[in-house]
């Protein structure tokens, strides 16, 4: 999988371009907006949209 441009904060589902990203996954994340840094609560746009049945 490419790099994606933004990831999703499950907390407040806000958009976040901070992050770094290896080999298919997500390594640190930083929402701007609730302050979270676990990387475990952040998906991909297409992963989010598939948790939430879009």
């Known amino acids: 999988m490419a790099r994606p441009e ?3 904060c499950l907390n407040c589902e ?3 371009y901070i992050f770094e990203w ?3 996954d997500v390594i ?3 929402c701007e ?3 979270s840094e676990e ?3 952040f998906l991909t746009p297409d992963d989010f949209d598939a948790l ?3």
Request: net charge negative; aromatic share 10%; hydrophobic share 30%.
């Open 22 to 24: 290896k080999d298919d």
């Open 33 to 35: 907006i609730c302050t």
């Open 39 to 41: 990387v475990d609560q």
């Open 28 to 30: 640190e994340a930083y």
């Open 52 to 54: 939430i049945g879009s």
């Open 14 to 16: 806000s958009p976040t």
């Open 6 to 8: 933004y990831l999703i």
